[in-house]
């Protein structure tokens, strides 16, 4: 299993150029994309915009619950496991109401591996805590409850992108974006304090029991 802090999946990732841009999957709600469970791209329009507007990367989205889902939609969460557990058959995803959305989930996350290969994508970088997108945490169940429970896992969608060889960052892995800038625009100095989602401090204390 590939995750954004593999250091192998991040070496092996090769210097671009303005002619040679790196390709980049992008979760569609990170573009701008009004592709949320509400119709709204969640206010992350923009957020990796001074990186993904570089001449040295060519970002190309995808929101695989819109592709397998539809929007507006239902709340979907994995329960039982993680991303992993559902293509294993081991899990399932619902909605809030009980619904049960997994094949739509796998149906999406399936659709996203094949447009990451149509468009030759390095790597991808997803938005975390989704059940599809999530590359670090994740609802352990429903989220719509009393007292909110996570899981350090990954979606469906990005479950499925890295067991075929697609290194996945989180939007909140702001160490290994800072490497990432570093490789797109050798001008960049990162910042030293950056930490990615699993080394942050609400991580490490939740996870720790």
Known sequence: M??????????????????????????GCILGQPCGVDGTDYGMGGSLGDLLALPTVRAVPFCPEHHGLGTPRTMPDIHGGDGHDVLDGKARV???HGADLTEGMLIGARAMLAFAREQ???????TDMSAACGSQVISDGGRFVAERRYRAGVGVAAALLSRHGVPVVSQRDFRTLQWLRGRLDPTH?????????HESAWYVDYFRT
């Open 2 to 27: 590939r995750l954004p802090h593999d250091p192998a999946a991040r070496a092996a990732l090769r210097r671009p150029s303005a002619a040679d841009p790196l390709r980049v999957l992008v979760s």
């Open 189 to 197: 100095v990162p910042d030293p304090a950056a930490r990615d989602h």
């Open 120 to 126: 030759r994508v390095e790597c991808a970088i997803l």
């Open 94 to 96: 619902l909605d809030q």
